[in-house]
Each structure stands twice: as structure tokens, then as C-alpha cells.
């Protein structure tokens, strides 16, 4: 028990109350899209071909073909193990800084755009979520409740 600062004397406390969490699709889309830009600018890939080290979505370049500039997650482990992170021997990679030349070349190459996205990608998130308030998402959610979801956001 609390005392009750008015008078002094001692008061049932009432719980919190959490509301459950929804999903917001808005922040996931957002979420991915500034991930993707910032992978851009630091590895020159999209977010798919960096994380499996396929290419996936163009994520490669004009020849389709993986070059050294272009990191991805698994050769990052494999030179971090070791191994030649998928260098070809013929390229002199450690001659031209290794994996932090390719990305201090990646951002010289592309990380302007890359922090232009990261910036306006949620001011235009917010622009968008601000003309897709409420009344347009109400309806939409009461279909949704009877589905058996509870809510969605932008």
C-alpha cells in the first residue's frame, strides 16, 4: 500500500495495465529499407544478396557476378575464419586495404545515397503514416478483428 499524498493516509494501488503489442508493417517496411540503404552504402549489396551471399534481386553487379568490392555476410565470416572471404588470387585485395579498403571504397563510392536514404526514409515514413491516420485504417481493422488479428499498423 501507497500512502496517498493529499491526506496522508493509504491507498490501494492500482496495477499497469500493458497493452499488447501490435505489428506495425509501416516500421518493418522502414526498418528494412533504411537497413538496406546503409548495407548499400557499407558493402555495395542489397540486404537479401548480403545476408545469404546469393544474389538476390540484382543485388550483384552489372555482370551479375559477385566482384571484391561487393561483401556479403558469409564471406565476411569466411575471411574472419580465415579463409579468402571469396577473393579471387589474382585480385590483390590486401594490397588495397582488404576488407576495410572495399568499404572505405564502397562509401566513397555509394555512401552518399546511401545517407540520403537513411534520412529521408523516415521522413517520409512519417509524411505517410500522418495522411494514413485513422480513418483510413479503422475499417480495415474491424475486418481484421473478425479474422482473429487484432490490429494493424502503419
Known amino acids: 500500500m501507497a500512502r496517498s499524498r493529499k491526506n496522508g493516509r493509504f491507498t490501494k494501488n492500482t496495477r499497469r495495465r500493458r497493452r499488447t503489442k501490435s505489428f506495425s508493417v509501416g516500421k518493418a517496411a522502414e526498418t528494412a529499407l533504411i537497413a538496406n540503404a546503409a548495407i548499400t552504402g557499407l558493402f555495395a549489396t542489397n540486404l537479401p544478396t548480403f545476408l545469404t551471399g546469393r544474389d538476390i534481386g540484382g543485388g550483384f ?10 561483401l556479403t555476410l558469409p564471406e565476411l565470416a569466411n575471411a574472419m575464419l580465415g579463409g579468402t ?13 582488404g576488407v576495410m579498403g572495399a568499404i572505405k571504397r564502397n562509401i566513397s563510392t555509394n555512401g552518399m545515397s546511401a545517407l540520403t ?13 500522418k495522411l494514413l491516420a485513422k480513418p483510413l485504417i479503422n475499417p480495415t481493422n474491424r475486418m481484421l478483428k473478425q479474422v482473429g488479428l487484432k490490429e494493424v499498423k502503419l
Not at 526514409?121 to 509524411?127: D, G, Q
Open 61 to 70: 553487379g552489372a555482370n551479375d557476378t559477385n566482384n571484391s568490392w561487393e
Open 85 to 97: 572471404g571469396g577473393v579471387n588470387a589474382k585480385f590483390k585485395f590486401n594490397e588495397e586495404g
Open 117 to 129: 536514404q537513411v534520412v529521408a526514409i523516415p521522413i517520409a515514413f512519417k509524411i505517410g503514416r
